[in-house]
Every structure is written in C-alpha cells, then in structure tokens.
C-alpha cells in the first residue's frame, strides 16, 4: 500500500471498473438494485438464536437461517444449543421457542424448527448425492473474488425486532478448511469461502453469506483459528454442504426418530457404532468400552466389553471427547477402523462404514 | 493527489482479487463509471479535510470533525477528558492549531471544542443520520493509533451495519443509544472523528466498537453517535454547558403480550403531571414508534435533559398525546464529579425532577451556592496566548465564556427584531379574547395589571417578582409579561441571572391542540421530534421565578415558560410573530388553556407622573453583557 502515484493511477483505475462491476451485478439483485434491499430482504430471512452459556467467555447466542416455510433453521451446531430452551427472535421481533431436530456432527452444523407462520426462508439449493470427489466444490457462480454481504448476531448486538449487523467483504480463497478451536480439530475438512472481513466474531456463527444479488451462498461457520498458524478464520460453509448437511438431519429425522443422545450422554457418533462407553466422569476420561449393543457393526466387528479405544483410523485418542472428534471428523460411509487394548495386547478391529447420522445401528 | 492515492490504497483492497489484471486502458472506463468515482474521491476529500487530529500531549489523543467554518469540532468526551481545556488539533492542511474546550455531554461521549486562527475552517455539514440505511456506503477520517504524525487523516471505509444500536453505559455515562454501527474499521484513536456518508456529510461520530479476543483492535464492529443526535445538543454544547441527558421519571417493561407498559413513575415528574400512571402502554415518544424497551432507551438517550417532546400513551384502548418535560440524569454535583474523575466526596445532592432541576448545570452559580464541584480545587488553567479570553470557568458550565457569547448573540437579534423604544413608559397591550370580549394589559416598570371579564389582577412588577401567579389561573402571565417586557426593552442584563440554554425544538402548530401558532409551516430540522424546529432559549432566574424565552432565528420572541415556584407547571405564553409585534397570544397552564388573546395594538405611554426610577431592574447578580 505503499503510495506511490503509480500504482495510485492502476489501482483507481481498477476501482473504477470495480465500480462499475458492482452497479452491473447489483442490476440483477433478487430483491432490489441497492445493496440497501438485498441486505433488508436477507436479514428476514436470519434468526437470532438464544440458548447456553453465558459462562466462561461462551456466548449464549447465535445465528440461524430460515431454510423452509415450515420453520426450519440451519445453524451451526455449538454449546449455545445444550439448551432445553433454545430461543428464536426473527427479524420482525416474532419470538418462538425452538426445537433441535438434530445434527450433522461432521459439519457441525444442526437444524432447529420453529413453530411460526407466514416465514420468509431461503430454498436451498438440490442436493443430490455428491458425485465421488466433489463433496465441498462451491456453489454455481461462487469463486474467488465474490462480493458479499455477512448476515449474522454478531455479538449479540441486535435485539428484539433489531435487525442483525451486516458485513461487507469478497471470498478471498475457496480452501479445504484446516482449524481448530483450543486442542479439538474441526471435524469438517471439505472446502469453505475464506471471507475478508471479520466474522469469526462472537454471535455470527450460523450467520447468512449472501452476494450482492441476494442468494444464499454459504454459512458463516464458528470462531475457529487455522491449524497451519493459529489466526482467527473468517469462514463461510458453501451452501451445497449446508444443504447436503440439512438434509442429512431431516433424512434420516423422517425416516427415524430424530437422533437424541442415549440416555448415558454418550454422543452420537459413538453410540452410532454400538459402542458404550464408560460415564464421562473426568476430563480426561479414558475411553473404556462400558458395553456394546448387541447386533451392532461393533458388535461384528468383535469388540468388546472393558476394550480400552486407543485409535480411531490411526489417529490416537486419549480421552472419550477425542474418540468423538475423531469420529466426528468422518464423513457418513467412511470407513472405520480403531485400535484397543485389551488383555495387554494392541488388537485392530473394522468396524465398516460409518453410519449416517439418525440411523440407530 | 493524496487524496486519490489514499482512495486507491483502499480501492486496492476491494478491487484486487477481482480483477486478474492491472492493465485495464483508461479509455475503456464508461464516463459514468468515470463520474461516480470523482465523486466519491470528492466526497472523502471534504471528509478529509474536515477531521482533525486532537492532541492531548502524554494523556493521548484522537479524532475530531469541524462542523463550523469559525472552528466548532465535535468530538468524544472520552477524548478531551485526559486532555483539560486547552488542546493542539491538527488538520489535513499540515497545520496545527490551538483549541478550547467548548462543551461537555459526558452521558453521550460527545464534546464541543472550538479551533482558533481562522474563520474558513474546512467543515462538513451535519446529515440527517434517519436516513441512513444498513448497507450505505460509508467512511471514516480520524487519527486510529495516532498515526497522523504528518497530521493528514487515515481514511477507511465500509457500509453501515446497522442503525439504531442501543450500547449499554459505563455506569450513567458514555451511553450510546441510537448509535450507527459499521464495519469501517474503527480503532483506538478514531474515537471522535467523523463517520461520512457518500456526499461527504457528517452521519455520526465514531466513538465505540466491540472488541473481543483479539484485543483493542478492529474486528468489523464500531459505533458511531447519531448525526441527528449530536444535532439535538449542538445548542447546549454551544452554550458552553456541562449538559445532561433526560429521563421520563418513569421505567417501562415489556408486558407479556409484548406491549411496551410503565412498571414504575415518580410523582415529580412531568409525565405523570400529564396524566401517564402505572401499566399505562407508552406507545410513541418524539415522534418515533416505541415496540420495544430498547426503542425507548434509544429515542430517551438522543435527548438533552429540559426538552419538552410528544409522548403518545395507550390506557384502556385510548390513545392519549401530551407534551412531557424531560428531567436530568443526574445531578449537576454528579455531572461535575464525572468530569473531574469523580475524585471527590460529595455533600448531599438534591435529587433531579421537576422543572427547577431538570436541565442540569443551567444556572451560573449564585453568590450563596457552594464552590464549584472540583472547581475550586482545580489546578490555575494557564491557556496559551491564541486561547486568551476564551475560557472562564464557572459552576455548571464546561466553559462560561462560550455562554456569554451565545446569550449576546441572542440578545442582539431579539433588539434588532423588537422595535420597542427603551423608555420606561408603560406598554398597554390590548385587543380581544377568543368570544370577543376586550382585555387590556398595563405594563410598567412598577406595575403589571390585566383587565379580563373576569376581573382585574394586578403584581408588584419592581424589584425581585412576586411568586403569587397572577391573575389565577393563568399560572403567573403578569410575571412572565414583566420579564418579557424588561428582556424587549433592556436585553437580558435586566432579567437577573440571565444564560444561554441552547436550543429546543418548537412546534409552530402546537403539537397537543393543533391550534395554529400563526407562523405557518416552517421546515422542521432533520431528525428533531414530530416535525419542530429548533430554536434558542435564554433562561432567567429571578428570586424563586424561573424564566425560559423561546427565540426565533430571527430574533422574535416566541415564547415563554415562566414557573413561579419549582416543582410545578408553568404558565407558557406563545406569541404568534407579526410585523415587528406579536399579534396574538396563547396561554397555557398545566393541561388547560388559560386564554387565546387577540392582540390588536400595543401602545408605549409617557411615564403617567414623575415617577422615579427605583432602579427596579439592575441584575441582582452578574448579568455581564
């Protein structure tokens, strides 16, 4: 940035043609032509959501995106939501109590319905099965350079029939996401829109990622630093995950019950496999096989009773919260294999494909 | 040229990833495109050249933004404080220049510091911030890191995020309710500079931003205090006051059904005089809808304490509207604690409410009064030579000079505009009431008399006036015409303590009767509540009476408030203007119209006897002009 005439002249001059390159994308603006109308109609569509915490540096609140007229809310799956109360405000000050339908651990992502009426929504895009290889790829006119507009609660800022706070920025990279929040790696690892401006601010996540014509193209994801050098991200899940994810949930909530925790608080994932693990008592808590349901792909695979977890795909875990992560870091259908102790010997066992989430074993 | 290169340095940021290529030709740019990027580089030049770079030597510094060409710069409290009086303000022409402070409004951020050495300051016009949206363009130009060595401002840019934030206080100060909230990225440093819209104007001061994790620096997430808002106390600050903020005299609560409903009112207040009680529905206040409690704190934190605003309220399905009376915050002992670090220990303050008390730190100090809070311990402000003569402290005030300045501006155009010779004949006031029945009004320097149907009253108009209104009724009319009176013939030094209030909004159709005030539609300021205009008020004190003069821009006296005690509600007279005289009259006390009077000629008589002078209207106390 240095100010030297030169690039002064080169750079206002592609200013310029900025300029007029906004003006030309905003004429086709779903809404409206300003900026002013897109931002208005999106932030109808966003919810501000209020549940847990308050303690220890974790808000109590989020954001969320209405995604269809019968009041469902994609959102990103946090602690905020470990709530039996979970509160939505919409944009005109509506206020309704929210259920968790449930959740996609993978993406982190959760989707929570409403009981409202007459609800402005976002379609989201088909989501067919992701052909091999391309799970992550970014949505149909989304690239590098994209200008847009972060939706979100960002710090909790707006109240009551208070609109959400809008940011401006473009997509500086479209990357496999690499972060990780305190010592837990974000499970996803497929590709997100790297914003320029500030999101990963408290409250924003589960925001809305518009662009300047107005369309949904992505999710702002939670505060997370980057694995490689620990800055803050500024984040967005690409609609096509955040539509497959969605999906995922209310797939297998309509075919099933939708997936609650077992009754012990083990977490999905585990409990998907058939495995039952010791009552989380500690921080570290040792992830000792308690029991395993019968008929289970646990089961099969011959796993058993006081098996000590040392090994999920060949990743060690030393505590049941890590057996989690690293289950969760798997997509629904890869393959799992994990390594236990048991009489004093390291013995492998193939558990097949993961489960989809909701499916009991 | 720096200008544009400043442009370019953010242009860069927004332009580079989208473009593959540096090497776009001039000629293929579209003369629109062409056009509006001129604009634009004009626009944050006028912005650039308005900001100032406020220096307050170890204790720091920030930003600033000249809104007069004789030197006025609005800024934040939090910047000046460390500062003192005197301050170096540097501006975009390389220059430094001396500066006064002016005003304080602690409970807003907001201060008024006046630079010396010219009078065609470069300045921004202030905007009309309701009218800002979420997602306008905006930009701002302040000192972020007080990196302006060279003292030419750094400029950056973003869109509005959101209007009407509400940011919780710091104890009662530092408030920002109807704030603007952007992601210009505001640093520490930027706090007082200006927040411009596309044309350059002035939407808002920059003052506040959420910070998290990241420590005090941008994360997208500042707050800037309303254009509309600053406007609002731009009169007060002018008049060198320590201004307060209002309150109803009553909390609200959201009910269960969502409506916005009174949990608690004091009985001093005026709301309640005017008939608002408890579970009554508060459905608008200044003209703005209020749905929420939050929309009550935003509406109630953009006004100064003392103005009088439309408050709209539902009971049993009916919807009422009234004026109500705005009381302080705090105490004027509590303002000046705020100001002076809250160092000291404090005797017993008088709680704020009522009329008497409701526009904190009003009244220059009387010779009983106790020494100024801080005041009398604060260290001998030594000024540089450019600042001689341009500061004076006083009780209440941040800076009395500026009061004295702006009390004699007023009382010039209020002769220039009164043609009445300065003789001490009696005026006879006559014409006809509503029904048509006569009325006459005797006014001398010894007596003041109405002959009405109903009677005759009459007051001792000589010397300190009498607290009995008079006639009954009316709320005390012959003494507000006796000040009314001495303020045409002689200017303010005959009133008493006489002082620059600042400005409140009028109503040229009364807002509560729809009676017409005679002056027709005049165009109301932006952002001012329900349509009114501002305008100035000189406010008087004589023995227990207390006087307020609405004055025009042009100098006619449109009104005034007179309370013959405290804690009560006056009697307000309203002068329909005319060629020269007033040409009719309205009377008001409390909820009721006391008479509309016809005035139909105004005859100034020589003295009836030899009457001496008794020296009546010599200012008890102080009343310098």
Redesign the interface.
């Known amino acids: 940035m240095t100010a030297c005439p030169m690039h002064a002249m080169a750079a206002t001059r592609r200013w310029a043609v900025l300029a007029f390159l906004m003006t030309a994308t905003v004429g086709a603006a779903t809404w409206g032509a300003t900026p002013e109308e897109t931002i208005a109609g999106g932030a109808r569509r966003v919810v501000k959501l209020y549940g847990a915490g308050g303690v220890r540096g974790l808000e109590a609140y989020q954001t969320g995106i209405l995604v269809s007229p019968q009041g469902h809310i994609v959102t990103v799956l946090s602690t905020v939501l470990d709530s039996d109360g979970i509160d939505c405000v919409l944009d005109d000050g509506r206020r309704y109590p929210a259920t968790l339908l449930g959740a996609d651990p993978r993406r982190e992502l959760a989707v929570l319905s409403i009981a409202g009426e007459e609800l402005p929504f976002y379609e989201l895009p088909p989501s067919d099965p992701p052909p091999a290889g391309e799970a992550g790829k970014p949505a149909a006119g989304v690239s590098v350079g994209t200008r847009v507009f972060a939706l979100s609660n960002l710090f909790g800022v707006a109240v009551g029939d208070e609109r959400v706070s809008a940011q401006h920025g473009v997509v500086a990279a479209i990357v496999p996401l690499e972060a990780r929040r305190g010592a837990h790696e974000a499970p996803y690892r497929g590709d997100v829109y790297i914003l320029d401006c500030t999101t990963s601010n408290p409250g924003s996540a589960g925001g809305a990622l518009v662009d300047w014509r107005g369309r949904l193209v992505g999710m702002l994801g939670k505060e997370l630093r980057a694995t490689a050098t620990g800055v803050w991200l500024n984040y967005a899940l690409p609609i096509d995950e955040v539509a497959r994810g969605y999906r995922n949930v209310l797939g297998a909530g309509s075919e099933l019950s939708p997936p609650t925790p077992d009754p012990d608080g083990l977490p999905y994932d585990v409990a998907l496999l058939g495995i039952v693990l010791v009552p989380d008592l500690l921080d570290k808590t040792p992830p000792f096989v308690e029991s395993i349901r019968d008929g289970s792909s646990a089961a099969r695979a011959g796993l058993r009773a006081d098996d000590l977890l040392v090994a999920v795909n060949g990743r060690s875990v030393a505590s049941r919260a890590a057996v989690q992560q690293a289950l969760a870091g798997l997509a629904d259908g890869d393959p799992v294999r994990v390594a236990v102790i048991r009489d004093g010997s390291i013995v492998e066992c193939d558990l097949g494909p993961k489960p989809q989430a909701g499916r009991k074993p | ?2 200008e ?6 953010w ?9 593959p290529t ?1 090497d ?1 030709p ?1 000629a ?3 003369p629109a ?2 056009a ?2 001129q604009a634009r580089i004009e626009a944050i030049a006028r912005g650039a050249r308005a900001a100032v770079a406020i220096f307050a030597g170890e204790a720091g510094g920030g930003s600033g933004v000249l809104v007069s060409a004789d030197g006025y710069a609005l800024t934040n409290f939090h910047v000046v404080q460390p500062a003192g009086v005197a301050m170096k303000c540097g501006l975009s022409d390389g220059k430094l220049y001396d500066a006064v402070l002016v005003g304080l409004d602690p409970t807003g951020d907001v201060a008024l510091v006046k630079l010396v050495g010219r009078d065609d300051f470069p300045f921004a016009e202030l905007a009309d911030s309701d009218l800002v ?4 363009f905006c930009f701002a130009a302040g000192n972020p890191f007080l990196l302006a060595t060279d003292l030419r401002p750094s400029i950056s840019a ?8 509400y940011q919780f206080p710091a104890g009662t100060i530092l408030e920002y309710a109807d704030c603007l ?1 952007v ?1 210009a990225a505001i640093n520490p440093g930027n706090s007082g500079g200006g927040l411009f819209d596309a044309e350059g104007r002035v939407i808002g001061v920059n003052g506040r931003a ?1 910070f ?3 420590g005090r620096v ?4 500042g707050y800037a205090i309303s254009s509309n808002q600053l406007r609002q106390f731009l009169g007060c600050l002018k008049g060198g006051r320590l201004v307060d903020h209002a309150t109803l005299g009553a909390t609200v609560a959201t009910a269960d059904d ?1 409506r916005v409903v009174v949990s608690d009112i004091l009985e001093s207040s005026d709301a309640y005089r005017r008939g608002l009680r408890y579970d009554d529905e508060v459905v608008a206040l200044a003209g703005r809808p209020v ?2 409690v ?1 929309a009550l704190k935003n509406i109630l934190g953009t006004l100064p304490a003392g103005w009088r605003v439309p408050l709209a309220y539902r009971r049993s399905g009916r919807r009422r509207e009234v004026l109500v009376r705005l009381a302080g915050l705090h105490t004027s002992g509590e303002l000046a604690k705020i100001v002076s670090g809250g160092a000291e220990a404090e005797g017993p303050e008088k709680p704020p409410g009522g009329p008497g008390d409701d526009g904190e730190g009003k009244r220059p100090g009387r010779p009983g009064d106790p020494a100024p809070h801080g005041g009398g311990k604060q260290p001998e402000v030594v000024l540089p030579p450019p600042l001689a003569g341009l500061y004076e402290p006083r009780n209440g005030f941040t800076n009395f000079h500026f009061n004295v300045v702006e009390r004699d501006r007023v009382a010039r155009s209020v002769a220039a505009r009164h043609p009445f010779p300065a003789g001490d004949a009696p005026w006879v006031v006559s014409g006809r009431l509503e029904k048509g029945q006569p009325f006459r009004i005797e006014l001398s320097d010894q007596r003041a008399t109405i002959d009405l149907p109903t009677g005759t009253s009459s007051i001792d108009a000589t010397g300190e006036l009498d607290a009995t209104p008079a006639p009954p009724g009316s709320g005390g009319l012959l003494a507000a015409l006796v000040l009314w009176r001495r303020l045409l013939r002689e200017g303010p030094g005959a009133l008493g303590r006489t002082t620059y209030w600042g400005t409140v909004p009028h109503w040229d159709s009364d807002p509560h009767s729809g009676a017409p005030g005679g002056a027709g539609d005049v165009t109301a300021a932006p952002g001012t509540p329900g349509g009114a205009r501002l305008v100035d008020v000189l406010d008087t004190a004589a023995a227990s009476v207390e006087g307020r003069f609405l004055v025009a821009d042009d100098g006619f006296v449109l009104g005034i408030d007179l309370w013959p005690t405290p804690d009560a509600d006056p009697c307000e007279v309203r002068f329909s203007p005319g060629e020269g005289l007033p040409t009719a009259m309205e009377v008001r006390h409390g909820d009721e119209v006391f008479g509309r009077f016809r005035i139909e000629r105004i005859d100034v008589e020589p003295p009836a006897a030899s009457g001496t002078d008794p020296d009546a209207d010599t200012p008890a106390d102080g009343g310098t002009t």
């Open positions: 040229m720096t544009i290169v400043r442009i370019a340095a242009g860069v940021v927004w332009a580079i990833t989208l473009l540096n776009i001039a293929e740019i579209p495109v062409r509006a990027e949206e979420v997602g306008d973003g869109i509005v995020s959101g209007t009407r934030r909230q992601d959420s998290e994790k990241r941008n994360v997208g997430v969502g749905r929420t939050n």
